[in-house]
Antibody, heavy 121, light 111 residues
Framework: EVQLVQSGAEVKKPGESLKISCKGLGYNFPSYWIAWVRQMPGKGLEWMGIIHPGDSETRYSPSFRGQVTISADKSTTTAYLQWSSLKASDTAKYFC??????????????WGQGSLVTVSS | QSVLTQPPSVSGAPGQRVTISCTGSSSNTGAGYDVHWYQQLPGTAPKLLIYGDNNRPSGVPDRFSASKSGTSASLAITGLQAEDEADYYCQSYDRSLSGSVFGGGTKLTVL
């Protein structure tokens, strides 16, 4: 069974750093792009960026470029999302998802269970 | 403000048919990019519902269907059931942003 298993909930203070993870299981991890998606409390989905674990090529949404860093380690089949200095506005649930190319536009399946990040002083 | 526009909410009685619209622009849906749909049940991760305009992954009932015309797409759910109560999101690709974009989501309430 193809699965993406994400790291657990985190509670951090503003200014702290954080790295959350997404482990791919049951498929050829290096061959599929992995996307990160933010969902703020009570809000919709926002595409943050993607990484190709095979060569670590990364693309960011303009809204998130410079705010987060996406990385991956194909030897451990794990993708990461990290912040160097968290803000309260980073409080959200973060999902990873495997990307399929699609005939004209990519889509995402499956999704990880989500990692809740709470930033509060 | 989401790049793709969806109604915030729709509702219907069990057994009825509801539709959810998704309107984009010439840089995404109007540029010929496929629209995909996801279902997010309360407290869970989104799940792929329809891809490539009207393809259902294994296990998705044929009560769910989608269509697209020009800059707009829509998701139709027939024979509404209580278990369909969820948030629904459309998603496509935007060439100006060089990335994927989502609609703001539509909350479906089964009366």
């Amino acid at each position: 069974e193809v699965q993406l298993v994400q790291s657990g909930a985190e509670v951090k203070k503003p200014g702290e750093s954080l790295k959350i993870s997404c482990k791919g299981l049951g498929y050829n991890f290096p061959s599929y792009w992995i996307a990160w998606v933010r969902q703020m409390p009570g809000k919709g989905l926002e595409w943050m960026g993607i990484i190709h674990p095979g060569d670590s090529e990364t693309r960011y949404s303009p809204s998130f470029r410079g705010q987060v860093t996406i990385s991956a380690d194909k030897s451990t089949t794990t993708a990461y999302l990290q912040w160097s200095s968290l803000k309260a506005s980073d409080t959200a649930k973060y999902f990873c998802a495997r990307r399929f190319r699609g005939s004209t536009s990519p889509y995402f399946d499956p999704w990880g269970q989500g990692s809740l990040v709470t930033v509060s002083s | 403000q989401s790049v793709l526009t969806q109604p915030p909410s729709v509702s219907g009685a069990p057994g009825q048919r509801v539709t959810i619209s998704c309107t984009g622009s010439s840089s995404n849906t109007g540029a010929g990019y496929d629209v995909h749909w996801y279902q997010q049940l309360p407290g869970t991760a989104p799940k792929l519902l329809i891809y490539g305009d009207n393809n259902r992954p294994s296990g998705v009932p044929d009560r769910f269907s989608a269509s697209k015309s020009g800059t707009s797409a829509s998701l139709a759910i027939t024979g509404l059931q209580a278990e369909d109560e969820a948030d629904y999101y459309c998603q496509s690709y935007d060439r100006s942003l060089s990335g994927s974009v989502f609609g703001g989501g539509t909350k479906l309430t089964v009366l």
